[in-house]
């Protein structure tokens, strides 16, 4: 009770502030991401291929296929149990990912 | 104050931080984002700059960065802390001189600055604009840890004997 005493408006002002700002940040945290050049495919850690993604193209691998159009890059057919790579969004941008974790499989921007 | 009392004031209260700088480093919080800490050694730092002993509390600052990160830490870093803890009491003391925030705001703001100083350090040594992602996280952590401990730190200083020990202006 004594304690809450010593909290002052200004504080809870200020905290409020900080975490508004965060949650601001926290949102606008995608659209910092640059644009990407190439896709680089591994498969057990092993790197499978490298490919520019302003050239659209279909890369068939196992039990999966992969698909640069538009500048994007999309899962689109695997067959793995649940499909959670095929249903992932396109990717685009340094650094993002599809992985498909049953086929080991790395998709990544650079 | 005599030299002598002066001296042996600072010397105990680097030593209270510095024994708080161990229990942190007993349980680290690094799982969550690097550099989250509770900012319990703060708590001295914080302390002061309400008593007003801007001085000191530079001092002590100062003083239980290097120490600290020689002893529970790497050289390595060592940027970082200083970049942070700079920071931190810059804020701090113009907080504490506008003398419109309480002790918790002056903790919250400590803690919110230490860890932006950090990121942005971070951010200029890698130059690798991925470390911004940890933002939100840090700044979040900066106000629970910086309200946490401007609580501790308002109900130690309530205390009569503390504010005669640390000679404060209030």
């Known amino acids: 009770m004594i304690l809450l005493k010593a909290i002052k408006k200004t504080d809870i002002v200020i905290a409020a502030v900080i975490i508004i700002v965060?949650?601001?940040?926290?949102?606008?945290?995608?659209?910092?991401?640059?644009?990407?050049?190439?896709?680089?495919?591994?498969?057990n850690n092993q790197i499978i291929g490298t490919y520019r993604i302003d050239k659209d193209r279909t890369v068939k691998l196992d039990g999966n296929t992969v698909v640069i159009k538009?500048?994007?890059?999309?899962?689109?057919?695997a067959d793995c149990p649940r499909g959670i790579c095929r249903h992932h969004a396109a990717i685009s941008r340094k650094g993002e990912s599809i992985i498909c974790l049953p086929h080991k499989v790395i998709l990544e921007v650079k | 104050m005599k030299n002598?009392?002066?001296?042996?004031?600072?010397?105990?209260?680097?030593?209270?931080?510095?024994?708080?700088?161990?229990?942190?480093?007993?349980?680290?919080?690094?799982?969550?984002?690097?550099?989250?800490?509770?900012?319990?050694?703060?708590?001295?730092v914080l302390l002061l700059v309400c008593a007003k002993r801007y001085k000191t509390a530079a001092f002590v600052n100062l003083c239980r960065i290097i120490i600290s990160t020689f002893l529970f830490s790497n050289l390595m870093g060592l940027i970082y802390a200083l970049s942070g803890a700079f920071f931190a009491y810059i804020v701090m003391f113009f907080a504490s001189k506008t003398r419109i925030f309480?002790?918790?705001?002056?903790?919250?703001?400590?803690?919110?600055?230490?860890n932006a100083a950090q990121l942005l350090a971070a951010y200029i040594?890698?130059?690798?604009?991925?470390?911004?992602?940890?933002?939100?996280v840090l700044l979040i952590s900066g106000v629970v840890s910086g309200a946490l401990i401007g609580l501790c730190g308002a109900a130690i200083f309530k205390n009569k004997n503390i504010q005669k020990f640390l000679n404060a202006n209030t």
């Open chain 2, 4 to 44: 002598t009392r002066k001296t042996a004031l600072f010397a105990a209260l680097l030593a209270c931080s510095l024994v708080f700088a161990f229990v942190e480093a007993l349980f680290p919080l690094d799982f969550i984002a690097p550099g989250i800490k509770l900012g319990l050694a703060n708590s001295v």
């Open chain 1, 70 to 77: 538009g500048g994007k890059v999309k899962m689109s057919t």
């Open chain 2, 102 to 114: 309480g002790i918790i705001g002056i903790s919250v703001l400590g803690g919110v600055f230490h």
């Open chain 1, 22 to 43: 965060a949650a601001a940040t926290f949102f606008a945290l995608p659209a910092l991401r640059q644009a990407g050049k190439t896709l680089v495919i591994t498969q």
């Open chain 2, 125 to 136: 040594i890698i130059e690798n604009s991925g470390v911004f992602f940890y933002l939100p």
